[in-house]
């Protein structure tokens, strides 16, 4: 599967990854909503098939390296966003005493990961406000689509 086709399948995913889409607390939520429209039908109690999944997108990408590897372990994790009870050295973990769990870093971390994709070039489309709600970046972007 080439680039492309990534991304044509899993559009929302994307866009929500590179904050198209409004995120609330619960990401499993959101990602059920953008995998959804995407074609694939989970709930968001589903986390390990939502982990999986976001696992075979980095894995179609081949971004499945040392960094990511390392990036899962409950003292780095923040370096892609993923903040809990023990993140080292951080004020933002002082507010959130959340446990670490790994489904969750690994879809933080997967979206990470796939934030960091170029895809100018490519006609990934926009965002539709019937999968999540906009955010206010998006709102003023301008978007190629076919």
């Not at 995913?13 to 904050?19: A, D, E, G, I, N």
């Not at 933002?92 to 969750?104: F, S, T, V």
Request: glycine share 4%.
């Amino acid at each position: 599967m080439n680039r492309a086709e990534i991304f044509k399948n899993y559009k929302h995913t994307f866009l929500y990854s590179k904050y198209w889409y409004e995120r609330s607390d619960n990401i499993f939520y959101d990602l059920s909503q953008t995998l959804n429209a995407d074609g694939f039908y989970l709930t968001p109690n589903e986390k390990g098939s939502i982990a999986e999944l976001m696992l075979g997108i980095i894995e179609k990408l081949d971004k499945i390296d040392i960094r990511f590897v390392l990036a899962l372990d409950p003292y780095s994790s923040h370096r892609c966003g993923y903040y809990h009870e023990d993140t080292p050295f951080l004020f933002k973990a002082e507010q959130d005493k959340n446990k670490y769990y790994y489904n969750e870093a690994l879809v933080r971390i997967s979206l990470s990961f796939m934030a960091s994709e170029e895809c100018k070039g490519l006609l990934v489309g926009k965002p539709d406000k019937k999968v999540l709600p906009l955010s206010e970046n998006s709102r003023k972007k301008k978007v190629k689509s076919k």
